[in-house]
């Protein structure tokens, strides 16, 4: 039987709303700084997506478009700026950033109490340690969409393919929460097709088109694609995930699809993280 495929635009549109009645509702406008730095045309995208998705569930939205030619020490002097700033209550400085600016040390110069991405190493400490912090927006987009698949996870063989601070390492992090089996993988994994077929739920975060295959996937397993990959095809492009995904319809119990599985999702958690740091 075909997996079920999982509805991230469906899931992520009844978050919105929870949050757009709970902004109605605040005694505070939540607001969200979002710092462009060039201009990378899939950056430009997703950044614009953000500033929408803020506006649309009544949020401020702050938005500081530089030049590829900023200097680190002036995007420094702005993340200071809006640190003091009481009207925004998180900050999001979107990656990659230009060659010649240190990315970790602007991430670490931004109040983990507004670090909507969660990226600070204050909000990576808590995650490893079981503290309420800002958690990467990916990461709990994955989280929601599986409970909302298989409910409980406790004891679930999970694989995670990628090993990034952005996604990899967070979402081990969230499984083992939630009492999974978690193994982490990456390009150097020995036999990753024989590791991933062990897996109820593969989550794939490598970055690669397509590159997890069909035959990889147990049989009734959840498969979470987070990858966004722009390929050329017969002249065309198009976005696929790291999962090869048609093969892999006919092996899992549920799939992702992309566009319009986990992406929606990220959006949605980074509205969730403003409205949480705004409460703070
Ligand atoms: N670039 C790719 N993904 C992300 C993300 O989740 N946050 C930021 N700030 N930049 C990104």
Redesign the pocket.
């Given at each position: 039987m075909a997996a079920t495929v999982i509805d991230g635009k469906a899931s992520a549109a009844r978050l919105r709303a929870k949050i757009a009645d709970d902004v109605k509702s605040s005694s505070t406008k939540p607001g969200l700084a979002v710092v462009l730095v060039g201009a990378d045309p899939a950056?430009e995208v997703?950044v614009r997506n953000k500033e929408k998705a803020v506006l649309e569930v009544g949020m401020n939205s702050f938005a500081h478009h530089l030049p590829a030619t900023t200097s680190e020490a002036e995007l420094l002097t702005l993340i200071d700026s809006l640190n003091a700033d009481a009207r925004v209550h998180g900050i999001?400085?979107?990656?990659?950033l230009p060659n010649g600016i240190d990315a970790q040390k602007v991430l670490e110069r931004i109040d983990p109490r507004k670090d909507v991405?969660g990226f600070h190493p204050v909000n990576a400490g808590k995650l490893a340690v079981g503290q309420d912090g800002l958690v990467?927006?990916?990461p709990i987009g994955c989280m929601i969409l599986l409970r909302e698949t298989l409910g409980d996870l406790k004891g679930l063989n999970a694989v995670v393919v990628g090993r990034s601070n952005?996604v990899g390492k967070p979402i081990a992090q969230l499984l083992l929460q939630a009492d999974c089996t978690v193994t982490i993988t990456h390009s150097k994994t020995k036999d990753l097709a024989g590791v991933c077929a062990q897996a109820d739920i593969v989550i794939a975060a490598i970055g690669k088109p397509e590159f997890i295959k069909g035959a990889w996937i147990k049989k009734g397993a959840t498969v979470i694609d987070v990858g966004i990959n722009r390929i050329t095809c017969d002249g065309k492009t198009k976005l696929v995930g790291d999962v090869a995904y048609d093969e892999a319809l006919q092996n899992a119990g549920a799939i992702t699809p992309v566009p319009g599985g986990v992406g929606p999702m990220?959006i949605a958690c980074l509205l969730a993280n403003t409205l949480k740091a705004a409460k703070k």
């Open positions: 950056s997703y999001l400085v979107q990656l990659p991405d990467p927006c990916t952005i990220t």
